[in-house]
Each structure stands twice: as structure tokens, then as C-alpha cells.
């Protein structure tokens, strides 16, 4: 499909390549970077695999609930320095291609959003908001039980429901804007196609777009609970009662389930798979039709299948040729179950993707 270019490399190199990617020529940025968050003294930085002999990213947070010390403890201000300056770079990177304007819409992590923020901002950008996808199904705490390192019994009982993290229960995305060189809104959005948010075409009520009746475009995004999404289980159960009080009192809140069996990679397992349906929201928000969308931590492909089912045009660039082929293969499926916009409205990805 010639709306969708697909790159493998170093994001930062093909950013500074005027012949691939001329000056002002993205609509809108949509990714999931990198957290910064790492253990074992692996590297979140994609430039830094070859100088400490990775193969693939930092074993993010995996296996963080065996390790106990002060030291092992994820997000530690020196690293995060690191990571702040490491996003300028990207955020001066992506000055020169995204158009004046243009919205940038970062994932991070609640430990180091604010150094996404402020990396962007030093670099010139304006913080438009913060959105949250909010979880109904909670991700439990990858920290550690202090009870497990009780040395007398009186310990046990003082160390009870000691814990060194909260439970996860949302993401945080960076909502970004390159300043306009027009004097007005209109006027940049005249000239650059760029400047407001689509407000029209991502209102929302009970569940399902509704571009005529629907509620004004909100900053919240939540996931249904498991007993909803239909694939409950005893432990999960609890925060079923979580995502009624949300959807009772906050009818307009668009609800976006996390991404099933069939959306993520075939044959590869990926870290950081998002729903579909998030990124078709974040693209319909930042763009409109026909307009091209920037993704330079491509992953498992998802923001390229949004971009096909959306009407976009996008430009995907990713570091991990392994994933190469599933990428691909999810551009080329011609019918993937999903979760629609309409009652009995079935919608499938357009099929017939070359690289």
C-alpha cells in the first residue's frame, strides 16, 4: 500500500535524512518510545544496543519483584536525567520534519513522564495535556513484599502488607504541539492543514463514536473492565466494580480495551503491544483524513493499522528488523476481528501492503 512507508534503523539517523524526510512534511507524531526504565543495567536506548552488546531492548521491568535494594529501584534520578536529554534530542529531531503546528503524541510511564515533558518543552514545543488511558483491570506491582525479607516473626507481622509500589492502573501520553508560525489557529490551519484537534471526528457516548450526538473529545481514556472485555478471571474480578463507577458517573469516556490475541504479533512477542483502538483514537484526535502520521518506535506495527483503517497516510521507522516480517503480515491482514463503532457495523484493515 503506497499510503504506508516503513523504514528499519536507528530513528534518530533517518530524522537528520532531508532526501526520506524533507522539512515540514508530518501531520502528526504517534508512538511509544522507550520509558527509560531498565534493569540489570541494560540499556532503554535503542543507540546503545551495539555499544553494550544487545541484541534487543532492556528487560523492561521484568523480574523487578526479585530484586529488593535501594539500588535496584527503577526511574533513579541520574538515569532520568539521562532519559530527559536523550527525548530533546528527539523532540529537536522532530522539529525539523513535523509541520508548524503539528501534534505530538508521546506514551510514557508514570515514573518518567515528566522528563518526556520537559525534554519536549525546553525543546520549544507547547504541553497542550496530559491523557491518561486508565486501566479497569489493574496491572499488579512489579515491586517487592517486604514481608518476604522478615527476619523474626514480629517482623512478619510489622512487614504485612509493606509494599515498595502502587498497582498500575493507567498510562500517561504526552499531548504536544509544535507552535504555529501563523498568527491565528485558522490562519495555520489555512495554510498548513494543521492546528486544532479533530474534535468532530473523535466525540464519543455509551462506548461508540458519535460525531453527531457525542460527547466533546476529554483528556480520559478507559479501558473496560475483564468482565466486559469477556475474558475475566477470579483475580481480576474486583475491578469490574472500578469501571462501573467510571462509565455511571462519566458517560463519556471512550472505552478502549487492551489489545487481544489477535492484534498483537504473529510468530513474536513484543513488550509493549497497544490496542488498536487507542491508536486509531490518538491519530483521529491529532489528524485528519489523508493526512500522514509519524511513528519512529514502529514495534509491533500497531500505529501503521490504525493509520490503514483510519484513512491516514503513516511513516513507520523501527530498530528491531526481527519484527520486520510481522509487521508486514499485520498490514497485509485482510480481516482481523476488532471491536467496531457501531453496533453490527464490521470494519477490516485493508489488505495488499508491499514494503
Not at 450526538?213 to 472485555?229: A, D, H, I, R
Request: charge should be neutral; charged fraction near 25%.
Amino acid at each position: 500500500m503506497d499510503d504506508i512507508q516503513l523504514y528499519f534503523g536507528d530513528c534518530k539517523k533517518l530524522l537528520e535524512n532531508i532526501d526520506k524526510l524533507p522539512d515540514n512534511c508530518i501531520d502528526a507524531v504517534v508512538s511509544d518510545p522507550p520509558y527509560g526504565l531498565t534493569k540489570e543495567g541494560l540499556s532503554w536506548n535503542p543507540d546503545a544496543y551495539e555499544r553494550d552488546g544487545q541484541k534487543s531492548e532492556g528487560k523492561v521491568l521484568k523480574g523487578i519483584n526479585a530484586m529488593h535494594t535501594k539500588e535496584s529501584i527503577l526511574g533513579d534520578s541520574s538515569n532520568n536525567k539521562d532519559f530527559e536529554a536523550w527525548m530533546n534530542d528527539l523532540a529537536k529531531l522532530l522539529w525539523r520534519v513535523l509541520k508548524p503546528g503539528g501534534f505530538v503524541a508521546l506514551f510514557s510511564s508514570c515514573r518518567t513522564q515528566h522528563r518526556v515533558f520537559s525534554g519536549f518543552e525546553d525543546a520549544g514545543y507547547n504541553i497542550r495535556s496530559l491523557l491518561t488511558w486508565t486501566y479497569a483491570t489493574g496491572v499488579m506491582p512489579k515491586g517487592r513484599h517486604l514481608h518476604r525479607d522478615a527476619q523474626t516473626p514480629a517482623e512478619k507481622v510489622e512487614f504485612l502488607d509493606k509494599h515498595t509500589e502502587l498497582a498500575v492502573c493507567c498510562e500517561p501520553i504526552m499531548l504536544a504541539q509544535k507552535p504555529c508560525d501563523q498568527s491565528t489557529f485558522s490562519k495555520n490551519m489555512r495554510v498548513w492543514g494543521v492546528g486544532a484537534l479533530n474534535i468532530g471526528e473523535t466525540r464519543f457516548r455509551g462506548g461508540f463514536y458519535d460525531t453527531k450526538e457525542g460527547y466533546f473529545t476529554n483528556n480520559v481514556l478507559v479501558c473496560p473492565s475483564v468482565k466486559e472485555q469477556e475474558f475475566a478471571t477470579d483475580m481480576e474480578i474486583e475491578y469490574a466494580y472500578y469501571t462501573k463507577r467510571i462509565v455511571k458517573h462519566f458517560s463519556d469516556q471512550y472505552l478502549i480495551p487492551k489489545p487481544k490475541k489477535n492484534e498483537k504479533l504473529k510468530g513474536s512477542v513484543h513488550p509493549s503491544v497497544k490496542p488498536i483502538n487507542l491508536m486509531e483514537h490518538l491519530i483521529k484526535l491529532t489528524t485528519q483524513k489523508g493526512q500522514r502520521v509519524l511513528d519512529m518506535f514502529l514495534g509491533s506495527g500497531t500505529t501503521m493499522v490504525a493509520c490503514q483503517s483510519t484513512g491516514r497516510r503513516g511513516i513507520g521507522i523501527e530498530i528491531e528488523e526481527r519484527y520486520k516480517d510481522a509487521i508486514i503480515d499485520r498490514l497485509n491482514s485482510p480481516a482481523i476481528p476488532k471491536k467496531t463503532d457501531a453496533e453490527g457495523q464490521a470494519r477490516m484493515f485493508e489488505a495488499g501492503f508491499k514494503l
